[in-house]
């Protein structure tokens, strides 16, 4: 008898049958004994709706009441799954963020969780109950509503199951977990059992996009043992823990990639203190991220600077160089957006130098050159040109035995 | 400068435009220097849509997750209004029913309002806000989502307008005021510019339905002084007031009438103490309301008693009827479903014992032949056969010179 809070969303709860499918699933853990506490998400195309309403009126409405909007459409899905429930004859009760005081801070459209009264949630599973919760949203200390942005189901999830101290918190969605790589670039692609906090961190941010980086960290800072799996398909998904409860872990967990890279370097840099600083701080000024950095001192006391940006950028990010490289007396700016990136992420190479070489001789093997190299902890990335993605992808996932469990 | 509350009901918020007109209207009222509060409906065809997915769920869906569910209606409406003010440039502030504290009994879906928290509404005003406030709903001791049933948009705004000692409650809907008759039946049937909340209450549950007599009912109980007008249209509309504020009160402010009635008479009945009693207990205890009631003693100690119900019961009352009459010797059951009912009301014919009289003597001159007579203080009724409801009305719309005003 576990208690595990479940995160179903847009699409798991999209029309009227798919609630009652959602609802069945419940009642199956209520049948093996489980407590269990359900957050959804809007119905799939609401948030859509509501927000074009807005637009209709308003084309830049106030926050604040963006969320009273937004806030509606997790509401209608907990009115409808916990109707769903008693259907079934299970007792449930549903709440708004508000109504189980989701403390948020006042930042409205992406406010961040402060405290959970979980008293009366309790009192609630003590009593037999299924309780569902609207997720995405909380209250001010003034009594508004908030929501916290894009993904916030998910942390509403993590953040209930670490007030609650549950056994598991399960996210299901429209894919059964977490493959080694994309299953659309690697037929045999093979899904993850368990994978730590960590890399999972490093997967997501580098495009394995199932689970929203925020609730990993979430899960992560508070030790919540979070598991991925799907809302149409019975299986166990992926569990997403910490390093301690990954017993047999393998040295690399997986391939992430990232289409939407562009590279931009800044040839012939008189070698200075703070030319770093001179050529990044516009960049950053005009709120445009930075991915991976690279300087490396070339001949005549000149350096060359190269960093990536996300492609959407690039553009903007060339017109500020160019007049920086001016200033600063630089050579040129070049640039390039046909690159990607490509990483091997896995707690285990921190104890093995060998992994960076042997991703390098097979890349090299397959003749495929490598741009940008940026190593950490738990991955190694690699920028290479578009066009090397699947072959690269495929060659590695096969060198390093990604198929096989356990391996290498 | 005075504090308005007003109410827009579901078809004057029913898409962007109007909602944006609704803005504009009361940016009209801020300019002149008036503090304003607006209390709105969910847009027109959202409450369908909702329960038309929860029947699709679950046909007999729990009253408290009904309420959720349905509140989310006008909480939408609070959210686009105060975009669509924000965007004329006018500061306003929405709140949900459970913001504002209005505070409910448990009754889910037919609540009555206990008491209202009206403090964050004054300090808005007192800031220059407008403030937006979610009709038909509240909140319950336990913070469950309460809503007020039926008409419940216009109960928020009377209590709101009484808790803040409104100078007048404005209640936006289709038509442009209240009106002598139905102008359907009378053309030149006039709108009344003062009606005493006694005769509105007559009036509207005989048939002009403008107004929820729930509301009627409050405003009166607390002298708020309440005003019917159209949201499309600009004019004065209808105030509706106490006795003592209509200053040139008519003798007749309208004629009302009821075409949903049906007659059944129990003929014969032998006149014992208790009859009345034995013929409408059944009746009651079936749920069937009886509206007007005659009982006259005829020959051989024997009476008939007759009454009206609503045409839909007019069967099973005559069912329970012919039990009723064995069990009492009563001679026979008759009844009639193509009657109508026809009434004068106005406060001035407390004092004016000619009113009835003048009323059945136009009849007659008519050879309208009256079947059933009730009078209360304020109102004559009559029954009348369905085929002469138009000619009767009319005739009375003249002999009181009604299309004129401060008559007879």
Redesign the interface.
Known sequence: MALIVQKYGGTSVGN?ER??AVAEKVAKFREDGHDVVVVVSAMSGETNR?TG??Q???ER??A???D??L??GE??T???L???M??LGLDA??Y?G??VRILTDSVHCKARIVSIADQKIRDDLKAGRVVVVAGFQGVDEN???TTLGRGGSDTTAVALAAALKADECQIYTDVDGVYTTDPRVVSDARKIDVITYEEMLEMASLGAKVLQIRSVEFASKYNVPLRVLSSFEDGEGTLITSEEECMEQALISGIAFNRDEAKLTVAGVPDQPGVAHRILGPVSKANIEVDMIIQNVGDDNATDFTFTVHRNDYNIAKDILENVAKELGAKEVTGDVKIVKLSLVGVGMRSHAGIASKMFETLAQEGINIRMISTSEIKVSVVIDEKYLELGVRSLHTAFNLEQKGTP
């Open positions: 009227p609630i009652t509501l309403l807005a209709q009126i308003n409405p106030e604040r009441e963006l009273v909007l806030s509606t509401q209608v907990i009115a409808l916990s109707m769903a008693h259907r009760k549903s708004t508000g109504q009594g508004s509503i």
